[in-house]
């Protein structure tokens, strides 16, 4: 079964330093790459997709992230947080059986 | 902005009780899912529906049940709460197209059973 992994449950950072959130899955096929975002008191929400083409995708508010297909890796980037970043990131994954999966999400915590 | 809507927000219940989470979307999508999220967790698809009269048990086990009666209304029912079932629930819905692939979330029913 496929599954997803976020490396870090909780990240505090101050603003203006830069974000890494990895996030790792397993499955061999063909894949769709999600990032979602939650932030406090609102509902999930798109934050970028990967289908095919440039690995390097961009997504709202100035995150990107890049798909590496040797690494089984989808990590989300931004190169300046701010406090309204504040949130749950979850990783996604769509591959066998056509569901989306999902990791267990970052908590995201900007000091302003 | 998303026009899927859950309620209760927040239900506090004894055990025992019978319980439905509602959901319901006005965007015509045919497909619909429940994930239920615990803290520091996955979330866990525990029922989807790709249509009127269409439902299937997700990737984790549950004890509830989904019905879809109407397009826009994809509800989820609890016998018998027992405190196992605390949880949040999400309920989300996607277009039929493969090519996008967006799920789009309500913002969660919390179920607390005593």
């Known amino acids: 079964a496929q599954s997803v992994s976020q490396h870090n449950h909780h990240v505090i950072l101050s603003e203006a330093a830069s974000l890494e959130l990895g996030c790792n899955y397993s499955y061999g096929g063909t894949v769709n790459l999600f990032w979602y975002v939650q932030y406090p008191g609102q509902h999930l929400q798109l934050l970028l997709k990967y289908f095919s083409g440039d690995p390097l995708v961009k997504g709202i508010k100035g995150f990107e992230a890049e798909f590496i297909k040797s690494k089984f890796s989808f990590n989300l980037r931004k190169p300046s947080v701010q406090w309204s970043d504040t949130a749950e990131y979850f990783c996604a994954v769509r591959g066998y059986g056509n569901k989306l999966v999902f990791g267990a999400g970052t908590i995201l915590r900007v000091k302003s | 902005e998303a026009d899927i809507y859950q309620t209760p927000r927040y239900l506090v219940i004894g055990t025992g009780k019978k319980i439905t989470l509602e959901c319901s979307q006005t965007?015509?999508?045919?497909?619909m899912y429940w994930y239920q999220q615990d803290p520091g967790m996955e979330l866990h698809l525990i029922h989807y529906s790709y249509g009127v009269n269409s439902t299937e048990k997700g990737d984790l086990s549950s004890e509830s049940t989904v019905s879809r009666i109407r397009t826009e209304h994809f509800p989820l029912t609890l016998e018998s709460a027992r405190p196992s079932h605390t949880s949040q629930y999400l309920c989300?819905?996607?277009?039929?197209?493969?090519?996008?692939?967006?799920?789009?979330f309500g913002e969660g029913s919390r179920l607390t059973v005593l």
């Open positions: 965007m015509g999508h045919d497909k």
């Open positions: 989300a819905s996607s277009t039929d197209s493969p090519n996008t692939g967006e799920l789009f």
